[in-house]
């Protein structure tokens, strides 16, 4: 794609060059042509001022005549008619050479123009058609480089995206195949039986994990909201100036009997009776009660909060103390390391390099590996795996063979 790019991008600089180098000789061309056409007008200003001056000079001997014949007698007058004649017919006759002359050099000029469409390979220039056809298939040519650039652009994309997974799954991957690894290590380990992982200690670990992102989001959705909320409350006590209440020791809010008598104050007028002001003391006095009992309930809420807090907090360190039986997934990531992954590739790189150099020497051992990779092959011939996968599969048949070798 990228040789196919630069050749289309080379095809174009040449076209630009060669549209380049024919508008400059068209350009030099009408700059001559119009060159031409000053000349022909200017030969045709002579020919005019000649023309006028021929029928001056023809007029003039005349004139001149006749009042000469007045004076000079029939011989004379004969004399000055034939030298006006001969000078007449000389001037005539130069002006005759200038035409011819003139003639000449435009009918030059008439077939080199006539010529230049036909030389236009040789001389640049292309006629009025051909040249909007050229245009147009630039036109084209460019619209599809910029196609093809956008598709070059989407793929480069698309490769980025695709080496960014890969990288992701080798990670997912080599990370499986060491807590794969350690379980079976732990497992057949001659250790007690407490370091064996346990799956339903796995399963529970990821339920609770779970849960705990659960409500953590729960509580920043609850955290969000009461914070809109009080956005929204400062918002509207600002603008219509509601009455600051006071604030007790204990961080709940006290509300005096005076506060909640301007507070009903503000919403109408109230008969000033004895009952109704027995009605409304009465009223105060319950709704005092009540906001007394939500302000100890909400003071002893937070207590409690507290409480808990420091006791989860307390919990989350021991089970920090504890380490491998707290979080039995950690038992099986120990001493992983992401940069590992490499290191491991090149070793099994390294490897192969190695074996195919020994089967090129022919040695006994690597005949026979190469005969039990030549078995596998014909086995999984249906089933071909990638070189890196199919390398490691030959490695750990030939630890397999080894171990039965030494047992």
Known sequence: ME??????????????????????????LTKELDDSRKQRDQFKLMAEQLQQRYSALK???????????????????????NKSLKLENEELKQQLRDAYGDMKALRAQISILKSAPLNNK???????????????????????????RQDLQS???????????????RGKVH???????????????????????DIDSLVAENSFLHDRLQQMEQEKQMAEHNLNKYKSVVEKSRTKGAIKLGTG????????????????????????????????????????EALNDK??????????????????AELERRLGALGDDAYPSKALLNGYSISDIDKEVDQILAQAEEKNTRAA???????????EASKIAEVDSDDTLPPNLQQMVLQALEDIRKESAEA
């Open 295 to 312: 302000n100890v309930a909400l003071a002893h809420q937070k207590k409690t909060n507290r409480i808990l807090a420091k006791r989860i």
């Open 361 to 371: 020497d022919g040695s006994p051992s690597n005949i026979s590996e190469s005969s």
């Open 3 to 28: 040789g196919y790019l630069e050749n289309l991008a080379a095809d174009n600089a040449a076209l630009k060059r060669k549209l380049q180098s024919k508008t400059e000789a068209l350009f030099i």
């Open 175 to 197: 990370r499986l195949n060491y807590e794969l690894k350690q379980a079976l290590l732990r497992k057949g380990s001659s250790s007690s039986s407490n370091n064996i992982i």
């Open 59 to 81: 007029k003039k001997p005349y004139s001149h005549l006749g009042q000469a014949m007045l004076l000079l007698p029939s011989g004379d007058v004969q004399e000055e008619k």
């Open 155 to 169: 793929m480069l994309d698309e490769k980025e995206e695709l080496i960014v997974q890969r990288d992701t799954l």
């Open 122 to 148: 040789q001389s640049g220039v292309f006629p009025a058609h051909q040249k909007e056809e050229m245009v147009q298939q630039m036109e084209a040519m460019h619209i599809k480089s910029v196609q093809l």
């Open 249 to 288: 020791g204990n961080g709940g809010l006290v509300v005096s009997q005076k506060q909640v008598q301007q507070l009903f104050l503000q919403n109408g007028d109230f008969p000033q009776t004895p009952a109704a002001q027995s009605d409304l003391h009465s009223l105060y006095l319950a709704l005092l």
